[in-house]
Every structure is written in structure tokens, then in C-alpha cells.
């Protein structure tokens, strides 16, 4: 199946600094990728909607200023945390459908672990 | 917005035991997916379902979809350790998003 990499797995931070995380499609094309959050022994939320070439779509609530998007290429969106919080813990998810193939499964990032002291 | 229950929240389970998840929808499903995700993972997808009624065996996992395309159910027959995580259903609202259902968490205890 097609593979999508998420790195860092883990990251610490202090309070204030900003933590990038890539998620990349190792063997396809993805034209849209997805970010989702989840809280522990919840379920994913999704936050934004990557876009190839064009703004991030964002869901209700989640602050476009505070989760920078981009998604410079067909195989690599970045979500960028700034000025982190305490609050901003918590697993963050990528995920990314193959381009032009017309399947509805989506593949998923192994996640990252962000832990703001 | 679309709301997914899914139940039960927790279930704690011995090996060989069988056991049914669930999942509700507020709102007919476009595409229902089932998916089983391990700490520190993403999800896997497990099966997709699109027709009313249509029924999917997965080795020991059993998936139905309800006939009004509202409910799905995910029964697994004989549950080994290897089940354990947390079960999520999902359905695609739009050209690939997808929203996730509230998650049954599943431990299967030796």
C-alpha cells in the first residue's frame, strides 16, 4: 500500500518557540493532504485540509495565524505550530490520498507526539 | 456537521471472547470506513462499505453496514491480543475528507 512518512514522531518543546512537521507521500502523488489532532484515548479531529499550490482550508475553530500550512509540492504539506503552549500538546496526524486514482482509502501518517512544557 | 457515536467507548475483553462495535450516524454515510489504530500510530484502514446492507469478512472480522446506510456494526470472532486498539469508523463527506467517528477502545487481555 502507499506509504506516508511524518517527522518528527516526537518533539519537546519550550512554551513560545514554533515546531514544524512534515508529512510526506513516499510513493504517490497527493494533490490534498490532511491534518488531524487527537487528544489521548480520543478520536482525530480534523484541523485543515492542505492544499497543493493553494491555501489550507480550515476547519471551525482552528486558527489559521496558530497552524501554518504548506504545501509547496505533490509530495510534502508541513504543519507549523507557532508560539506553542501548553495546551497545544498533543498527537498530530497527516494523512493523503493518491492523486488521480479515484480511491477513497486515505493513508496515514505514523503521527507525531508534541509535548510543549 | 455530521456526528459519528460510536459504542461502546471502552471494552475490556478476555482472549477468545467475541465482541460487536458500533457506529452511528447522525446522517446517511457517503462512505463508511473502519479503521484500527495502535498508541503512538496512525490509523489503519481495515474495509470500506458503501452499500446498504452489504456485509464484508475480514478473516475474523465480520463488518456491516445497515440497510438505511446509518449504522454500521464491526463484530471479530475469537479476539486475540493482537486486536487490541482503538476501533474508529469514519465517513468521506466530501472529495476525500473524512470525518471520525468517537473511537471504541478494545483491549484484549491474555
Known amino acids: 500500500g502507499a506509504v506516508v512518512s511524518q517527522h518528527p514522531s516526537r518533539v519537546i518543546c519550550k512554551s513560545g518557540t514554533s515546531v514544524k512537521i512534515e508529512c510526506r507521500s513516499l510513493?504517490?502523488?497527493?494533490?490534498?493532504m490532511f491534518w488531524y489532532r487527537q487528544f489521548p484515548k480520543q478520536s482525530l479531529m480534523l484541523m485543515a485540509t492542505?492544499?497543493?499550490?493553494?491555501?489550507?482550508?480550515?476547519e471551525q475553530g482552528v486558527e489559521k495565524d496558530k497552524f501554518l500550512i504548506n504545501h509547496a509540492s505533490l509530495t510534502l504539506s508541513t504543519l507549523t505550530v507557532t508560539s506553542a503552549h501548553p495546551e497545544d500538546s498533543s498527537f498530530y496526524i497527516c494523512?493523503?490520498?493518491?492523486?488521480?486514482?479515484?480511491?477513497?482509502?486515505?493513508?496515514f501518517g505514523s503521527g507525531t507526539q508534541l509535548s510543549v512544557l | 456537521t455530521q456526528l459519528l457515536e460510536q459504542s461502546p467507548q471502552f471494552l475490556s475483553i478476555q482472549e477468545g471472547e467475541n465482541l460487536t462495535v458500533y457506529c452511528n450516524s447522525s446522517s446517511v454515510f457517503s462512505s463508511l470506513q473502519w479503521y484500527r489504530q495502535e498508541p503512538g500510530e496512525g490509523p489503519v484502514l481495515l474495509v470500506t462499505?458503501?452499500?446498504?446492507?452489504e456485509v464484508k469478512k475480514l478473516k475474523r472480522l465480520t463488518f456491516q453496514f445497515g440497510d438505511a446506510r446509518k449504522d454500521s456494526s464491526l463484530h471479530i470472532t475469537a479476539a486475540q491480543t493482537g486486536d487490541t486498539g482503538l476501533y474508529l469508523c469514519?465517513?468521506?463527506?466530501?472529495?476525500?475528507?473524512?470525518?471520525f467517528g468517537s473511537g471504541t477502545k478494545l483491549n484484549v487481555k491474555p
Open positions: 510513493d504517490f502523488q497527493a494533490t490534498t
Open positions: 462499505v458503501v452499500t446498504g446492507g
Open positions: 492542505s492544499n497543493e499550490g493553494s491555501k489550507a482550508t480550515y
Open positions: 469514519a465517513d468521506q463527506y466530501n472529495f476525500n475528507k473524512f470525518y
Open positions: 494523512s493523503a490520498s493518491p492523486h488521480g486514482t479515484g480511491t477513497e482509502k486515505l493513508f
